[in-house]
């Protein structure tokens, strides 16, 4: 009976560790720095100065569902455009009304990709990530996500 309980818990465990994500994408708003280190956290801008965010992330990469990848501009490194599930557009449809003027963190594979002025109502659930990905970050997201105007992902 042991045996069979011991091994019940490794396919559960084995399972999850399995549904792991390869590609994280975390969107944190900005925080009040007075909120204290519970609450915010300090991190470096992309301008270079000192900013709080919020610790919990408002999107993570569960609450994408496809992406579309294209070179930069610069020609450098790549772009992509992410298209939100439901949770995730009303998520980030209700984070655009009650915090505009804000700035939103963007975050992927734990480094700072952009930062974004929420300036009106999102409501088609896309996020547009305009430079700073590399092909191996492209690689890790169809892991992950469907490819927009390629097949299902499974």
Known sequence: MRNLL?????????????????????????????????????????????????RTAGISENDVKAFYPYKSVDGAGYGSFLQLDDH????????????????LFLFLNGRPLTELLIDKRVKDGRIYLPAGL?????????????????????
């Open 6 to 54: 011991a091994l019940t818990l490794f396919f559960c465990f084995a399972g999850a560790a399995a549904a792991a994500p390869h590609c994280t994408f975390r969107v944190h708003l900005t925080a009040n720095e007075n909120d204290g280190d519970v609450f915010a956290q300090p991190v470096p801008s992309l301008t270079g100065k000192t900013v709080h965010i919020e």
């Open 134 to 154: 590399t092909e191996a970050d492209i690689k890790l997201m169809a892991k992950d996500w469907k490819l927009l105007g390629g097949p299902k992902k499974k």
């Open 88 to 103: 995730g557009r009303t998520i980030f449809g209700t984070l655009s009304v009650e915090h505009r003027g804000s700035t």
